[in-house]
């Protein structure tokens, strides 16, 4: 699912930049069918399948969780989740706080 590349970028960010999220979302998985999307910011060195991420459903929310889950998903139309190749990484951070906030915008405007 990830480029050698992407695992490399993500790996250096595993521990304690990870924790703080003081490091850069480099990959965006999404669900062309729905707002369903992920923002892998992590990859841990010692477990190729273990990620860190922030994901937007419902609502926003910094996780653990596995690739291999993460592959595993299927839409109404049993289509896998995509790799957003126009995406450019942005700060954990920073990003959590934007879709955090657009996300309370639009509980508010319903």
């Not at 969780?65 to 126009?86: H, K, M, T, Y």
Request: glycine letters at 2%; one cysteine or more; proline letters at 5%.
């Amino acid at each position: 699912m990830l480029s050698h590349k992407q695992k490399e970028k993500l790996k250096a960010n595993w521990g304690e930049k990870a924790s703080s999220m003081a490091c850069m979302a480099e990959v965006r998985v999404y669900d062309p069918l729905s707002p369903w999307e992920c923002y892998i910011y992590a990859l841990n060195p010692e477990d190729e399948d273990e990620i860190s991420c922030i994901i937007k459903g419902f609502f926003v929310e910094v996780t653990e969780w596995s690739l291999s889950e993460l592959a595993s998903r299927f839409n109404v139309e049993g289509e896998r989740p995509i790799i957003d190749q126009e995406y450019r990484p942005r700060r954990a951070a920073e990003l959590f706080k934007i879709l955090s906030e657009s996300e309370l915008y639009e509980r508010n405007r319903d």
